[in-house]
């Protein structure tokens, strides 16, 4: 037996030895356990270990079925959380607490392409529910080795389901905030919209924004926890009434524009404000001519309407009153160009009936009478020759003569050479009637003595008082007489401007504008609509602002006064009532 193999069977059978003897005497060795025992023990630990494993992975699986319980529906693996982009925004009322803009909830689809396991099988599956799909762009988008792709943005509730129940592996959706305007149309140029990611774009949306919300966003800041509400200035009642009357009035004189704007004389409130054409902010790509808002962002020379101011600065200056006189008998004659009335009665007039027969020839001797810059300056004062200050962020600058001049001036005096928006037109209108203050419009909510506080003094008391007789005078006696109202007491001033084509002033196309105020004796609104470009049977010139603006101012204080709270008087002394039996 080889060395080796005596060491292998020692120890061998050191294993079964429990004593060794050293010098002859017992010693206690080691005990050395056993394959078998050390076997069981080994396996009962596995056991332990696995019954331990079991409880902490049924452990976890149960707090995950708590939290899928408690959990909103939106959290599923198909539907996604929605990011902090889709943030709420605050709802929009009109001063009587209506809806104009709020939030609903919706989702959107979207596609995770490395988990589409088919892309032609989901293209023709998405097809079935989405008739519209574009075939191609969606098969490319789920052929790409992105790992997102939008497919379709704000869905139906019934198209969600359907597609939920086709059951295709990596499409899912991402809850979303879509803005929803009940009104559609109704108020759309002073509301605005949002675009696809509910950021504010035009309107009382993008003031919203631009008022901190962008910024929040952009930040991070925001969250879907809803915000107090934005209340505007704005009736919708009578918001309806405007917007009624001009569609009304597009139809019957056939024109490619028309306006109106309700003013608060005392605070500058706008309580409502409409322009054709228009567009529905719940589809806004759907409108292609109803971007421009030709109240507050189109210009246009306001024509006679300016008179009003011409002969408001010649009393305001002192050097005119209404006991003048003026020769309108012959043309006026000066830089190459004759300056004539068009109904001329070629006789001196008064100045009363310079603003009731709308004379060109009286109106130039007054602007003439005060000086050129003077004239700039009093236009200036009014705000007619500066950008409007208000809300909206869509507001036109003024155009003027780059220098001054006499013709300039004498043009002017009767609303050619300047053009404003209409917008800033009324709100000039609302100063020559209210006692001479000039108040910035205003689409928010605003007392009397918040007003006060913001309103600057730019005519007399006296030579307001003395603008309330005319317009009454005009109402009565002149081109007014169209748009009163029985009780109401309407007074204005109508305008009829020949629109430039191509630099000349053609006769046959006419913006047509008038402004009024009521109750005139002690005025709470100022009312303007324009028509652009009226037609008639007559020929296109024919419709005259008397026939055609006039009657429109008309029918919105017929419609609206009562709503505005403001009561008729019949009788000379106004008590009489109106009773029917």
């Known amino acids: 037996m080889s060395f080796l193999s005596r060491i292998m069977l020692l120890k061998s059978q050191a294993h079964f030895s429990t004593d060794v003897q050293r010098g002859g005497a017992v010693v206690a060795g080691p005990r050395i356990q056993g394959t078998a025992k050390r076997k069981s023990a080994m396996a009962k630990n596995r056991v332990g270990l696995m019954i331990a494993g079991f409880c902490v992975v049924y452990a976890i699986i149960g707090g995950r079925l708590v939290q899928y319980g408690q959990a909103q529906p939106e959290t599923v693996s198909s539907i996604l959380p929605a990011d902090r982009l889709m943030a709420s925004r605050p709802d929009i009322l009109d001063r009587n607490g209506e809806v104009l803009a709020t939030d609903i909830r919706t989702v959107s689809l979207f596609a995770e392409p490395h988990k589409i396991v088919d892309p032609d099988e989901a293209v023709e599956r998405l097809a079935t529910v989405l008739t519209d799909l574009d075939i191609k762009g969606t098969y490319k988008k789920l052929s790409s080795k992105s790992r997102f792709q939008w497919l379709r943005r704000q869905l139906t509730p019934k198209q969600q389901s359907q597609i939920l129940a086709l059951g295709i592996p990596g499409i899912g959706f991402r809850p979303e905030k879509r803005r929803f305007y009940p009104g559609g149309s109704t108020a759309s140029h002073i509301v605005g919209y949002v675009n696809i990611d509910n950021r504010g774009m035009t309107g009382m949306e993008k003031y919203i924004d631009n008022q901190g919300l962008a910024d929040l966003r952009a930040l991070g800041m925001t969250s879907d926890t809803p915000l107090e509400p934005v209340k505007l200035s704005i009736d919708i009642r009578v918001q309806n009434i405007v917007r009624d009357v001009l569609v009304d009035a597009m139809a019957k004189f056939k024109s490619i524009g028309a306006g109106g704007v309700v003013l608060d004389a005392h605070t500058g409130e706008v309580i409502a404000m409409a322009s054709l054409p228009d567009f529905d902010p719940n589809n806004p790509a759907g409108s292609e001519e109803g971007w421009l808002s030709r109240m507050a962002n189109g210009t246009f020379e306001m024509g006679s309407t300016f008179k009003s101011f011409t002969i408001a600065m010649g009393l305001d200056s002192g050097k005119v009153s209404l006991k003048d006189s003026f020769d309108a008998r012959y043309p006026i004659r000066i830089g190459g160009f004759t300056i004539k009335d068009f109904h001329g009665k070629n006789r001196i007039l008064t100045v009363p009936e310079i603003f009731q027969y709308s004379s060109n020839i009286g109106t130039a001797k007054v602007a003439d009478l005060v000086g050129t810059d003077a004239h700039k300056e009093f236009l200036t004062r009014l705000g007619l020759l500066t950008k409007m200050q208000t809300e909206l962020p869509e507001v036109a600058m003024p155009s003027q003569p780059r220098e001054w001049k006499k013709i300039n001036s004498i043009t002017i005096s009767f609303g050619h050479g300047v053009s404003t928006t209409p917008l800033q037109t009324a709100v000039a209108g609302v100063a020559l009637v209210n006692g001479g203050k000039l108040i910035e419009p205003t689409f928010l909510p605003r007392t009397r003595e918040q007003a006060d506080l913001v309103a600057k003094q730019v005519i007399k008391p006296s030579t307001s008082d003395d603008m309330r007789f005319l317009f009454e ?109």
């Open 473 to 581: 005078w005009n109402g009565i006696k002149g081109s007014g007489k169209n748009a009163r109202v029985e009780g109401f007491d309407v007074g204005g001033k109508t305008g009829t401007a020949d629109k430039v084509v191509n630099g000349r002033y053609v006769g046959d196309k006419n913006f047509n504008a008038f402004l009024a105020a009521f109750p005139i004796d002690n005025p709470r609104y100022v009312v303007l609509t324009f028509i652009d470009e009226p037609k008639t049977d007559k020929g296109n010139g024919a419709a005259l602002a008397g026939n055609s603006a006039a009657p429109m101012v008309g029918e919105i204080i017929r419609r609206s006064a009562a709503i505005l709270g403001v009561e008729p008087k019949f009788g000379e002394d106004g008590s009489a009532l109106l009773v029917s039996y």
